[in-house]
């Protein structure tokens, strides 16, 4: 009755956002008349075309939320604690009605939200934290053939994330608290144990190591690398590599996992370096720790198979790269020869480096594999910035046929391909349009010559475009 009589009582002069409110508490109303029948305490019924009742009040309070959410977003935007009352219920229902993955879009959008507009400890963003991590625990155990209910681990959640592209995600399920006690996000399964050598401080250790590839990888996957995603990746390499470092004398799986903690610290610090530092390290600081790391961890790898060696290779083809990237922006400086000099030496060393980083790695997996990718993507690069864009045409087109083969079309990575490979294909079709627009005009001397009755045709030095520089 309520709700009818405020429907008489709007008018067109009503705002939109408060209509809005009306048809929100219309969809609340259909949901809870549609849960009270699922739960008994009301007759259901059989409705024209077959639905029953309860069903047919949930698309109907669906389609309300939806309407709700449009003239908030209208109003106030996405990011509103009007808003995302009605993404919270949209998500509701479509997992309802339509299942869990029409409904996981939905609690992500809420759970983010929230967190930043109620903050991490809020009770809202906790119970949205809970409803979507539960729903990932689901996804997961259906993908293992884990029983429902089962123990499923943060790390293996992340770990799911993380291989379905949802870099952001598995970050955030990695730092939620780990059981209902937490308050913070720093209670969770990254939290620094108290007793070194326990069995926590070994599993830190493992989920340290692991996230400083995560979040290597999910910065890779961004348009532009961000300094604190990178800043946090090189704090988790460092806690690896001091887990292990003292247990590797005694467990050869720890040793592996100590040079792979010494390979993701050179890589994550040499990126540190090429963004001019961050945290509490400056650039020559992430560029030494970055060179040492590597240093190291080449040692240890000088018998292991080639795939090992070329990880190294490659690493410090990254950090040649990185260095050169520094002194460009100005974070390094050169004292023993001209910028520009060292710039191109720089350069040299890593195209070299990753030159033979992708023989090996192709002598072993071939061409079309995701380590192989990674040395082609840089040669790509280097090619470009030495040689010109033609130069690394065809190390990005052979880069992006093969993510699109191995990664799929909407991979973050394959995405990135394909901006820079079409980003040169458009540089050399506006270049040829240029040559040719350069081409067709003719000198002073040559329209003289036409006056004078000479040939018109020009020489074939006229006709030539000018030498690029």
């Known amino acids: 009755e309520a709700v009818e009589v405020a429907h008489r009582m709007v008018t067109e002069f009503t705002p939109p956002h408060r209509i809005a409110e009306l048809l929100f508490v219309q969809g609340v109303l259909s949901f809870c008349r549609a849960q009270s029948i699922s739960a008994g305490h009301m007759p259901d019924k059989e409705m024209e075309g077959g639905r029953m009742l309860q069903k047919e009040l949930l698309y109907d309070a669906l389609s309300l939320f939806q309407t709700a959410y449009q003239h908030w977003c209208e109003a106030y935007g996405e990011k509103s604690l009007q808003t995302v009352k009605a993404i919270t219920m949209i998500g509701v229902l479509q997992k309802e009605l339509n299942g869990e993955e029409a409904g996981l879009e939905w609690n992500r959008k809420e759970l983010r939200i929230r967190e930043e507009l109620q ?10 934290r809970r409803t979507f991590t539960s729903m990932i625990d689901n996804k997961l155990s259906k993908k293992t053939g884990r029983a429902s209910g089962a123990d499923v681990s943060s790390a293996e959640v992340a770990q799911y994330l993380e291989e379905n592209k949802e870099f952001e995600d598995a ?6 608290p780990s059981s209902a006690s937490a308050t913070t996000a720093t209670d969770g399964i990254l939290a620094n144990p108290k007793s070194k050598n326990s069995p926590e401080y070994i599993r830190w250790g493992k989920v340290s190591l692991y996230c400083a590839e995560l979040l290597n990888k999910w910065a890779a996957s961004s348009s532009e690398y961000s300094k604190d995603i990178m800043v946090r990746a090189a704090e988790h390499s460092v806690n690896a590599v001091e887990v292990f470092s003292t247990q590797m004398a005694d467990d050869q799986e720890y040793a592996t996992k100590y040079c792979s903690g010494l390979y993701w610290m050179g890589l994550n610090f040499a990126t540190l370096c090429r963004l001019g530092g961050g945290g509490k390290w400056t650039t020559q600081q992430a560029y030494d720790i970055a060179n040492s790391s590597l240093t190291d961890c080449e040692r240890l790898r000088q018998s292991s198979p080639d795939e090992s060696r070329a990880e190294v290779i ?14 460009i922006a100005g974070y390094l400086r050169s004292t023993k020869m001209d910028k520009e000099q060292l710039v191109e030496r ?8 990753f030159e033979q980083s992708n023989q090996l790695w192709t002598s072993v997996y071939g061409e079309k594999h995701l380590e192989t990718v990674k040395a082609i993507t840089m040669i790509g690069t280097l090619l470009h910035r030495l040689q010109g864009a033609q130069a690394g045409m065809e190390w990005f087109r052979k880069e992006l046929k093969i ?34 627009a ?21 020489t074939a030095d006229a006709a030539s475009p000018p030498s690029a520089t």
């Not at 720089?346 to 480096?353: G, N, P, R, T, V």
């Open 346 to 353: 720089k350069f040299m060393q890593a195209l070299q480096l």
């Open 438 to 458: 350069d081409a067709m005009v003719r000198t002073p001397s040559e329209v003289a010559a036409a006056a004078d009755g000479d040939s018109a045709m020009p």
């Open 314 to 327: 490659f690493a410090q083809g990254v950090l040649c790269f990185c260095k050169a990237e520094a002194v």
């Open 171 to 176: 970050d955030m399920s990695l730092r939620k």
């Open 403 to 436: 993510r699109e083969e191995l990664q799929g079309e909407m991979h973050p990575r394959t995405q990135q391909a394909r901006r820079m490979f079409t980003s040169l294909l458009d540089a050399k079709l506006q270049a040829e349009r240029r040559d040719q």
């Open 119 to 128: 903050g991490e400890v809020h009770p809202r963003t906790q119970q949205a």
